[in-house]
């Protein structure tokens, strides 16, 4: 069965720097990912997500990610970290093929940011 | 503008009672789905729809059950609530096979 793992609960960091959110899955095919963030009292929004092609791919809001398939990990960057991207960022992950539309979503990291 | 919508922000009932949380999608979506979402747990997903008149049981069914009668509007119904069913309760809709899921703002149950 799939799985998604946030290794990290919370995360805080201070303005400017930059983030790194990570992200480990497990799938018996190949997978599509994806990148949510939660705002308070919000639904999710989606950031980013990869399909196939270019591993690195950008998203909105400046994020960017990496799929590497070696390690099973698809990690959520920002070079950047402004006051407005405290939230909680979800890591989803569905089926490629077959499999239906379900996503499968990681626990989430809650992510404060220190100004 | 892309939209989903829920019926209510915040709710409370009492324990017991019948439970109806309403989702609307103005997008022509085929799949629409239900998720709960929990401190810890992250989303976990109750029922989906695929069409019209069509469900299927997600992770967590037990105590819900789900109406679609038109195409834009998904409903939740918890036949009799319970206090471990308060939660925050997200709807979304899929757009076509692309799996980006668009998301209703969240609806968050409380049962005392």
């Known amino acids: 069965a799939q799985s998604v793992t946030q290794p990290d609960i919370h995360i805080t960091v201070s303005e400017g720097a930059s983030l790194e959110l990570r992200c480990n899955y497990s799938?018996?095919?190949?997978?599509?990912l994806f990148w949510y963030v939660q705002s308070p009292g919000q639904g999710l929004q989606l950031l980013l997500k990869?399909?196939?092609?270019?591993?690195l791919v950008q998203g909105i809001k400046g994020f960017e990610a990496e799929f590497k398939r070696s390690q099973s990990s698809f990690n959520l960057r920002k070079p950047s970290v402004h006051w407005s991207d405290a939230a909680e960022y979800f890591c989803?992950?569905?089926?490629?093929?077959?499999?239906?539309?379900?996503?499968?979503f990681g626990t989430g990291t809650q992510l404060k940011v220190e100004l | 503008d892309v939209k989903v919508t829920q019926s209510s922000r915040y709710l409370v009932k009492r324990t017991g009672e019948k439970v109806f949380l309403e989702c609307v999608q103005d997008?022509?979506?085929?799949?629409m789905f239900w998720y709960r979402q929990d401190p810890g747990l992250g989303l976990r997903l109750i029922y989906f729809?695929?069409?019209?008149?069509?469900?299927e049981k997600g992770d967590i069914p037990e105590g819900y059950s789900v109406s679609r009668e038109k195409k834009e509007r998904f409903s939740l119904i918890l036949e009799s609530a319970s206090t471990n069913q308060t939660s925050m309760y997200l709807c979304?809709?899929?757009?076509?096979?692309?799996?980006?899921?668009?998301f209703g703002p969240g609806t968050r149950l409380t049962v005392t």
């Open positions: 989803a992950v569905g089926p490629a093929t077959g499999g239906g539309n379900k996503l499968t």
């Open positions: 990869y399909f196939s092609g270019d591993t």
């Open positions: 729809s695929y069409d019209v008149k069509m469900k």
């Open positions: 799938y018996g095919a190949t997978p599509y």
């Open positions: 997008m022509d979506h085929e799949n």
């Open positions: 979304a809709s899929l757009a076509g096979t692309s799996y980006e899921q668009y």
